[in-house]
């Protein structure tokens, strides 16, 4: 295969950026569905937590979209593309399921996805300029914090919400695989401060796009 330009590579970036942010996206898996239907509608209240955890999920693969474009844009390494790439694909499907599913609810993506994206970004492009060993511990520790918040939004979501709660059990089961494969991989412990840190811009992020 031909290996891209700069310019190819940038206009490439832009594309994608471009479609992540403001595309519609169609899934390579069938969106997950509960075991058995209940029948139970939501409440008006239940609803709106739904949108809102859901919109915060969206943002979470805006973001992962970025991270994993980024990172594979910065490492020279194939096998390490490839991963990225493939991981990508999947996140790819997470991010088709959460879109549909505010749909279904009546809600609305983040009016703040490009900011979300751009930020993104720039974080993967710092952590593959160190190394690869750094870029594969910051995506360890960012799929382990997407983990633990995938979580709590399953403790949260209304019990009657049984289509909320089939997509976000098996986006937590991807993230959690993801994040196994970056430390078999090589990815190295990031630095405590660097933990905080991305934890503190992770709780910005949340309670920012719970609402916008």
Not at 65 to 90: G, I, M, V
Not at 108 to 124: C, H, I
Request: neutral net charge; charged residues 20%; glycine residues 6%.
């Amino acid at each position: 295969m031909p290996t891209l330009s700069r310019t190819d590579q940038v206009i490439s970036l832009l594309d994608k950026a471009l479609s992540t942010v403001f595309g519609t996206h169609s899934a390579s898996r069938p969106t997950p569905r509960p075991a058995s239907d209940s029948g139970a509608s939501l409440s008006p209240q239940e609803r709106a937590l739904s949108v809102s955890l859901m919109r915060v999920n969206h943002v979470g693969e805006v973001c992962a979209q970025a991270l994993y474009d980024s990172q594979a844009l910065s490492t020279s390494n194939p096998a390490l593309k490839a991963q990225f790439a493939a991981a990508a694909r999947e996140e790819t499907d997470h991010l088709a399921w959460t879109e549909a599913r505010l749909t279904e609810l009546g809600g609305r993506t983040s009016w703040l996805n490009p900011l979300w994206y751009a930020g993104a970004f720039g974080l993967g492009v710092i952590a593959g300029r160190i190394g690869d060993a750094a870029s594969l511990g910051f995506v360890v520790e960012t799929e382990r914090q997407v983990e633990q918040h995938l979580m709590l939004h399953l403790d949260r979501l209304p019990a009657t919400d049984a289509e909320s709660r089939a997509i976000v059990a098996q986006m937590r089961e991807d993230e959690a695989r993801h994040a196994n494969a970056a430390e078999r991989a090589g990815g190295a412990p990031l630095p405590l401060p660097v933990r905080w840190a991305m934890r503190g811009m992770a709780k910005l992020m949340t309670a920012t796009a719970h609402h916008i």
